[in-house]
Nanobody, 125 residues
Framework: QVQLVESGGGSVQAGGSLRLSCAAS????????MGWFRQAPGKEREFVAA????????FYADSVKGRFTISRDNAANTQYLQMNSLKPEDTAVYYC??????????????????WGQGTQVTVSS
């Protein structure tokens, strides 16, 4: 098993930036495909970004492409989500997720095995 703990959420004005971190403990971090998802009130959890085991491949939702950057440090057992040019519609609880498998289906909630508790991001206009 792996335990995931997010940090770095908060409140910012539109156009601002935040950097989320997800610290992993337990089994070898580098065996997992990692992802970020978010859930706004009254909406389903949606894919934001994912990264392959080595970090060589990254994937983004169209809504965040060009504004968000996912990365990972396997030596530090941590993944990151740098969020720039934030918009009010980015307001949500952001979740870190890990998948013990391939990058196939990287945007599918049901294919991830482990989840963090979430961190709130609020963007005001």
């Amino acid at each position: 098993q792996v335990q995931l703990v997010e940090s770095g959420g908060g409140s910012v004005q539109a156009g601002g930036s935040l950097r989320l971190s997800c610290a992993a403990s337990g089994r070898t971090f580098s065996r997992y495909v990692m992802g970020w998802f978010r859930q706004a009130p009254g909406k389903e959890r949606e894919f934001v970004a994912a990264i392959s085991r080595s970090g060589g491949s990254t994937f983004y939702a169209d809504s965040v492409k060009g504004r968000f950057t996912i990365s990972r440090d396997n030596a530090a057992n941590t993944q990151y989500l740098q969020m720039n040019s934030l918009k009010p519609e980015d307001t949500a609880v952001y979740y870190c997720a890990a998948r013990d498998g391939s990058v196939y289906g990287f945007n599918r909630v049901e294919l991830y095995d482990y989840w963090g508790q979430g961190t709130q991001v609020t963007v005001s206009s």
